[in-house]
């Protein structure tokens, strides 16, 4: 196990010696707490990383009437502003026994300020990035696979191994197909091999397809659609289990209700519609808890079923017991 954050012993110490704690914890009254937020499923020590936002346009959204999403946002209250409506960025932290695997790294350098939070958040948390033994990614867009370096462009995981579907592989990391892709998608392309450059010379980049091992008590399910080889990761936690699904929903207050609703960036979109069916159905069948990349932070929560469609349970705070 990590040690606590040092400024959890800092705060102790301070107390012990009869200080006031409030010169250990306080925050500036302009700045949110760190983005972290813990969880523990069966076995499993979940740790959400806040990474920042991003806007998505409503017009981002295709397959479905626009005054049905109208109707959909009244009164849900998604911060929007001119440039669109707030969409999180997450990615997730599992310790398993002595184990440590990140689900996504975040956007680091690639999409500008207000981003690229995950390595701070990662260490609020009270973790070492020299610590993480995989890294385990759902697909190779820049807000999730950007985040395997550093702010200097080195490997900011220094012995992970990076997991990445073959499919995606293929596809983003192969420079004829950036010249055949959508214009708008283009940019995406160099990002992809620049940040498995240094983990592919250093051996520790693993293409994988179905039969292929992964790391124990992970289990890769495809969710192609959003990109060629989409994957969502199930991590057994022995009493409970973990399902990590990247880029299945982008816009929670339309995409549940309404799954065919489609994603503009989604590379195939009859397929994308088909994985949001299966994996919401049977995420609310097993009753399994989900986390998303891009579902209100921490993301946490559970999948039911809602008539025709489905509704997002956020998971409530919960203090963690030893």
């Known amino acids: 196990m990590p040690l606590p954050p040092l400024r959890h012993l800092a705060a102790a110490a301070l107390l012990l010696l009869g200080c ?7 925050h500036h009254p302009g700045t949110q707490v760190p983005g972290v937020y813990h969880q523990r499923i069966g076995d499993l020590q979940v740790t959400a990383l806040f990474d920042g936002t991003v806007a998505l346009g409503r017009q981002e959204l295709v397959g479905i009437d626009p ?6 946002l009244d009164q849900r209250y998604v911060p929007e502003d001119g440039k669109g409506l707030q969409t999180a960025v997450n990615a997730y932290l599992v310790q398993r026994g ?7 790294a975040g956007t ?8 690229g939070q995950v390595l701070g958040n990662l260490r609020a948390a009270g973790y070492d990035p020299a610590e993480v033994d995989d890294v385990l990614l759902t697909h190779a867009h820049p807000d999730h696979l950007c985040g395997v370096l550093d702010a200097d462009g080195r490997p900011a995981f220094a012995k992970a191994t990076v997991w990445l579907s073959q499919a995606d592989a293929d596809y983003w990391l192969d420079p004829d197909n950036e010249a055949r892709a959508p214009r708008a998608l283009r940019f995406a392309f160099p990002l992809a091999r620049a940040a498995v450059a240094p983990y592919q010379a250093a051996g520790r980049l693993r293409r994988f397809a179905p039969g292929t091992p992964l790391p124990a008590g992970v289990t890769a399910v495809d969710t192609h659609g959003h990109t060629p080889g989409h994957v969502s990761w199930r991590i057994d936690g022995g009493s409970g289990q973990l399902l990590v699904w990247g880029d299945i929903v982008h816009f929670h207050a339309v995409q549940f ?11 195939d979109r009859p397929a994308a519609i088909a994985s949001r069916r299966r994996i919401m159905a049977e995420a609310a069948a097993r009753g399994s808890w989900v986390a998303g990349a891009h ?10 079923s809602e008539g025709d469609g ?4 956020p998971g409530e705070f919960s203090p963690l017991v030893p």
């Open 20 to 26: 006031p704690v409030q010169a250990a914890t306080a």
């Open 295 to 304: 579902l209100p932070f921490p993301g946490l929560g559970h999948v039911r």
């Open 98 to 104: 002595t184990h440590l695997m990140l689900v996504d």
């Open 257 to 267: 209700a309404r799954p065919e609703a489609s994603y503009e960036a989604d590379s």
């Open 310 to 313: 489905f509704a997002w349970v």
């Open 67 to 72: 005054g049905a999403v109208v109707r959909l």
């Open 108 to 115: 680091a350098q690639c999409f500008g300020p207000g981003l």
